[in-house]
């Protein structure tokens, strides 16, 4: 500015005081620039920022210092906001990196003491009062609060917890005070691994990005050799002069540059990445963000991903006189004392009825059959339906009969007897969970051409599930390398597949499909480790936010590199048609590049996933 002053406004002025200040311009805004081209050109290779000094040392060699100025000037520009752009992507990462607290407060020999967060390790004793954020990972041994999880998990309600549950570091205590047992050291919390995969996630580059690479690399000696033609052969054949073929030269160097083109794919990516973990999404690569975008199948895990991974009580069948109530009693008394999981189901059901257990006596446990114990007087058993086999129970017995109607439905049946007679059956089912049917609706809604569930379990029960929640096709009773064969069998059928399990059995499934997405990787460590995509919430809705923020990634980026090539063939066609200046072309070329690496920054404010319609889910449910 203060050159073109001296210029316009000072025509007296020697002329050498304006190319002094054009000159300084030139080292402020090349400095850099220089120094990267010819790393490059030590490597072998031309790049971006040969191109931009070569033109703008061309304008001063032709006397057009100003332009040349321009030029530099703009490029410069163009690279801080490239920059700027890419590091707002990085906001979210710093601001993760910001959320553990400096210090926390540690119970050690009966006195409370202020220690470093970073200093805390496994055994630590921590209390965390109303309001404070948790230092680190651990297990909750007093004290009851909502703890505000978003910025791990990305969901906005507070989540309960008490005496045996996890609370991670970065989290918000609520009103209550929390005494917690530390698991992790600082360095290895689930926050802390969040950011390192993150910020490695960031540093990978997506299939387009290594596409655009090559194109940097080739395109930019195509440019250069163009150039040079363009300068060499109109004064040979006649055609113009030295001067002016050595100004379209120059030209051509700055509007052919690929600047924007080579922006456009990390200024999407970083901030699909950096949204993503946000909101509870952690993709471990750019390659896995654009892939997901592409994916026409979804295949879930059945125990633990679509069902809540636990068994629950589903009906009640007393024998005639009997009642419920007292058949629950009876039971759950007998189960008070077993740890295995169909007994707890059982007690826990009886006691959220608010039934009173009666005390039971003598308990014995009896491997594959079930468990007995003496309530108010009686032997009761209680097991699987051998039982009736043990107790000689007739065949044409009605418990019988119910037994096989459970079991046709899926159900697993518990017997109950008292002093060897049948007293009814209790029905227990792994449930889907809440949002599964909603879910998977919502996935048929975006798209995507078949829902697929895989299980080990046993056919009924599989396809029990399957009926509830609305998946097209059901694969039971498989191994893992079983599994794995039908990733590839869906993969040939259909193309693209995306796998959804735990991150641990699944692992052959979740290696062989094209993405592997990894359930409620805030407390599988596995997951974190190998998973493609880890969804940090145990929340199914947040597979078709995955997909949706891939779509919308994919979207921007398109759009990205639309544009980019149109302007760069619009400059090029009006440099040749020779209807183009300098100075307009170097707007024209800066302006594309800084649209487009705007452009990608829109991903960070996006809002994710499409929460199916009532209609769309009846339609669902109707086919």
Request: aromatic share 4%.
């Amino acid at each position: 500015m203060a050159g073109w002053a001296v210029q316009r406004w000072a025509p007296g002025t020697p002329a050498f005081v304006a190319i002094v200040l054009y000159s300084l311009s030139y080292v402020a805004g090349g400095y850099f620039r220089v120094l990267e081209g010819l790393q490059a050109l030590r490597q072998g290779t031309l790049d971006i920022n040969f191109l931009m000094v070569a033109g703008s040392l061309g304008a001063a060699v032709l006397g057009r210092w100003e332009e040349g100025a321009v030029l530099i000037f703009l490029f410069s520009l163009s690279s801080a906001l490239e920059a700027f752009a890419v590091g707002r992507t990085r906001d979210a990462i710093r601001r993760l990196m910001a959320l553990s607290p400096e210090d926390a407060l540690v119970r050690r020999d009966g006195a409370l003491v202020r220690v470093p967060a970073a200093h805390l390790q496994p055994g630590d004793l921590v209390i965390v009062r109303p309001g404070e954020r948790i230092p680190a990972d651990g297990v909750v041994e007093r004290g009851e609060s909502a703890v505000d999880e978003a910025t791990i998990t990305g969901e906005s309600v507070p989540v309960d917890k008490g005496p045996g549950h996890p609370v991670y570091a970065g989290t918000i205590n609520g009103q209550g005070s929390l005494e917690f047992r530390v698991t992790r050291p600082a360095g290895e919390t689930t926050l802390a691994r969040i950011i390192r995969y993150v910020e490695e996630a960031q540093a990978s580059k997506a299939a387009t990005q290594r596409l655009i690479d090559w194109v940097d690399r080739y395109y930019t000696l195509l440019v250069v050799g163009t150039a040079l033609l363009a300068f060499l052969i109109p004064p040979l054949a006649g055609l113009d002069t030295w001067a002016s073929s050595f100004y379209r030269a120059m030209m051509l160097l700055v509007v052919a540059s690929p600047c924007a083109l080579v922006i456009s794919t990390p200024a999407a990516i970083l901030s699909g990445i950096a949204r993503g973990a946000r909101a509870g999404v952690l993709f471990k690569g750019g390659r896995h963000l654009e892939d997901l975008a592409r994916v026409r199948v979804v295949a879930f895990d059945k125990t633990g991903t679509l069902t809540a991974g636990r068994p629950e009580v589903v009906g009640v069948f007393p024998e005639a006189g009997e009642s419920a109530e007292s058949l629950l009693r009876l039971a759950a008394a007998a189960e008070a004392r077993s740890e295995h999981p169909l007994a707890e189901a059982i007690v826990d059901h009886a006691r959220r009825l608010g039934i009173a257990l009666p005390e039971a006596e003598d308990f014995q446990a009896t491997s594959g059959v079930g468990a007995r114990a003496r309530v108010g007087g009686q032997e009761v058993w209680v097991g699987s339906v051998r039982l009736l086999d043990e107790f000689a129970v007739p065949a044409d017995h009605p418990v019988r009969a119910q037994a096989r109607r459970l079991a046709d439905g899926g159900r697993t049946t518990v017997v109950v007897l008292a002093d060897g007679r049948p007293r009814g059956i209790i029905a227990l089912a792994d449930t889907p969970r809440v949002a599964a049917r909603e879910a998977i609706a919502e996935l048929k809604a975006m798209g995507v051409e078949r829902i697929v569930m895989l299980t080990g379990d046993h056919v009924r029960a599989a396809e029990a599930i399957a009926r509830e929640v609305g998946v097209d096709d059901v694969r039971a009773e498989l191994l893992p390398q079983d599994k794995l064969a039908v990733i590839r069998e869906l993969r040939e059928r259909y193309g693209p597949v995306a796998m959804v399990g735990d991150g641990v059995n699944d692992a052959p499934a979740l290696a062989a499909a094209d993405v592997g997405i990894a359930m409620g990787g805030i407390g599988t460590d596995v997951a974190l480790e190998t998973a493609d995509v880890v969804l940090m919430a145990d929340d199914l809705h947040k597979v078709a936010e995955a997909i949706d923020l891939s779509r919308r990634t994919r979207k921007v980026l398109i759009q990205n590199l639309s544009f980019a090539v149109g302007v760069i063939v619009l400059l090029v066609t009006v440099t040749f048609v020779g209807g183009l200046t300098l100075p307009l072309a170097v707007v024209g070329h800066e302006g594309s590049t800084i649209v487009v690496a705007l452009s990608g920054l829109r991903l960070l404010a996006s809002r994710l996933g499409r929460r199916a319609r009532p209609g769309a889910r009846t339609a669902v449910a109707a086919a």
